[in-house]
């Protein structure tokens, strides 16, 4: 289904001509963009929604992009042309240990409850006396500089060093050759493999913009390493902690578009009848489905026994019509910790998830799948996911999970923790999902959600209109476009 029109389907004519020739201007077309393309999900984000696709028609884009594997190279070159390998070159020690530094710098001054769960989760892995003293070390050059002044001067520092130091100059040859008027970067937060490129353009001036990918990437992940001109964000809440954080970026240039993410969401043409996704899993489409999410290996160790659990449970509650679980893999743990569940629980549905292994990246498919479980689940179960939102937003009952498998510690790990998280507190506060802290909470709200569907539906309305607004129309990556073509027009007339 990957294919060079799989852009055709979010192609629309429902748009006032007026606005459709606000930048229908290939035949002038002078902006010179470059995008990015540092990891596999990016290419869902703005290359299957169209995103890229229009800012082509109205402008000379160029990629540069990992490669996920032969038929996904294969795809971008028969959209786009000639693509420009992004490849990670090796950088120096001192280099490195500065970036490390300014993480840890900036997690100390940051001190959310993610940042404090991320602290102690690395002071546990250091089991080593060397591990340890490494550790302890770090920790005593970076947190002097925990603070506004001094993450500064240690941005500075790197940034300088990282000119003087750097380990190639093929993407400075690469800009000279392709004279950009703006480079994006499609996500800020994979960007390692991508700095090499990003600071090439700015070394050059030219203008930088890049897309906060999550939205719990300012409070859960590390310091945004390179000083963007412009910055896409998903709402109107992560502009704002953007902007608290960051005292050097300016309000005017931080753009909330919404997220691609969830366009295919609300374009009806990627719906499926429920007789129809039901054959393709193997389910019954008689009978109620629960679906369960699942989260990364490491921050979820065990879950596979809270799956197995649920399931038991629902037979109990279900009765003869008890629902049928459906468990969506975390398409990044390639662990295979479910295999064994698999095989042995012939009852629950595993449905393949279509994700190329080569830099994790989704298959056009994969669109179908998630916008139909979403769908057809009638509730939803998980540990602190963006799936308990896209639930919300089709106005299904949320459930998570706040207590821990039997065979996990809460000394080494306490899945309560993640609902203090800064990012998804609100979400727990708005009552839009129900947290079950214990066994018999989860089979009490499994209940309700199975007879009472509606008891939470103001408030996931209320929620999901608070944090998206009139975002969730199947428009964003037209946002996205529509703002990256404005700024490369703007400064090519500068």
Avoid at 340 to 357: M, N, Q, S, V, Y
Avoid at 403 to 409: E, G, I, K, R, W
Avoid at 462 to 488: H, Q
Wanted: aromatic share 10%.
């Amino acid at each position: 289904m990957v294919g060079k029109n799989f852009n055709s389907y979010f192609k629309t004519n429902d748009e006032p001509a007026e606005n459709r020739q606000t930048f229908a201007r290939a035949e002038i077309a002078t902006e010179n963009i470059v995008a990015i393309i540092p990891r596999g999900e990016v290419i869902r984000n703005f290359i299957y929604t169209g995103a890229l696709d229009e800012v082509a028609e109205n402008a000379n884009l160029s990629l540069i992009s990992v490669s996920p594997g032969e038929s996904m190279n294969e795809m971008l070159r028969a959209n786009y042309g000639d693509v420009h390998r992004l490849e990670e070159f090796n950088e120096r020690w001192l280099v490195r240990f500065q970036r490390e530094i300014i993480a840890t710098a900036h997690n100390r001054w940051l001190w959310s409850k993610a940042a404090q769960e991320r602290e102690r989760l690395r002071s546990i892995e250091a089991k080593t006396l060397k591990q340890k003293a490494v550790w302890t070390t770090k920790k005593a050059i970076s947190y002097p500089f925990a603070n506004r002044t001094g993450l500064n001067l240690l941005s500075a520092v790197e940034r300088a060093s990282s000119r003087v130091f750097r380990s190639t100059d093929e993407y400075v040859k690469l800009m000279k050759k392709l004279q950009p008027s703006l480079v994006f970067n499609g996500s800020h937060i994979h960007s390692r493999v991508a700095t090499q490129a990003v600071q090439a353009a700015q070394w050059l001036k030219i203008p930088t913009a890049t897309f906060i990918f999550s939205w719990d990437n300012l409070t859960s992940q590390g310091r945004i390493m390179l000083p963007y001109d412009y910055f896409l964000v998903w709402n109107e809440a992560l502009k704002q902690q953007l902007l608290e954080m960051y005292e050097w970026i300016r309000e005017d240039r931080v753009f909330v578009t919404g997220t691609p993410q969830f366009d295919f969401h609300f374009q009806p043409k990627f719906y499926q009848s429920r007789e129809e996704f039901c054959a393709g899993i193997g389910a019954d489409a008689s009978r109620p489905i629960v679906l369960y999410s699942t989260g990364m290996a490491n921050h979820m160790p065990g879950e596979p026994e809270i799956v197995e659990e649920i399931a038991d449970m629902l037979k109990e509650i279900g009765g003869e019509n008890a629902p049928q679980l459906l468990v969506r893999v975390y398409p990044k743990d390639l662990t295979g910790r479910f295999d064994e569940l698999k095989e042995r629980r012939k009852d629950i549905l595993f449905p393949k998830i279509a994700w190329e292994e080569g830099w994790l990246t989704p298959k056009f498919e994969d669109s179908f799948a998630l916008v139909n479980t979403l769908r057809h689940a009638d509730f939803g179960i998980n540990v602190a996911s963006t799936i308990s939102l896209e639930l919300c937003m089709f106005d299904k009952p949320a459930i998570n999970v706040g207590y821990n498998p039997l065979s996990v510690d809460e000394q080494e790990l306490s899945y309560a923790t993640y609902y203090n998280f800064d990012h998804y507190r609100p979400v727990v506060e708005s009552g839009a999902v129900e947290v079950a802290y214990n066994r018999e909470q989860m089979r009490e709200l499994m209940r309700q959600a199975m007879h009472e569907p509606n008891r939470r539906a103001n408030e996931r309305k209320a929620l999901i209109n608070k944090m998206f607004g009139d975002t969730l129309d199947g428009k964003s990556a037209r946002r996205v476009a529509r703002v990256l073509l404005e700024i490369a027009s703007q400064n090519r007339l500068a």
